[in-house]
């Protein structure tokens, strides 16, 4: 069954691939959604897909790409809103 998850993600997570990297790692997992950067430095992703490639997402993001240091992932369940495909913002 499909989910939605809003996602904010803090600590060095903005000039280190964090974005490109989160699409590469959602296009393989099959999860749909975006990725963006926040004004406060933070990263937020919504993204849509079954619950186990969730997890696996999220395991993803606690680590991030190689430079990046997280400190914080913060989620939220949301309703679908079925989007088509991942993009950056």
Known sequence: MKKHLNIKISGEVQGVTFRYSSKLEAD????????????????????????????????????????????????EAGPLKNYQGFSIK
């Open 28 to 75: 393989k997992l099959g999860i749909s959604g975006f990725v963006k950067n926040l004004p406060d430095e933070s990263v937020y992703i919504e993204a849509e897909g079954e619950e186990t490639d969730l997890e696996e997402f999220l395991a993803w993001c606690h680590q991030g790409p190689n430079f990046a240091k997280v400190k914080d992932v913060h989620v």
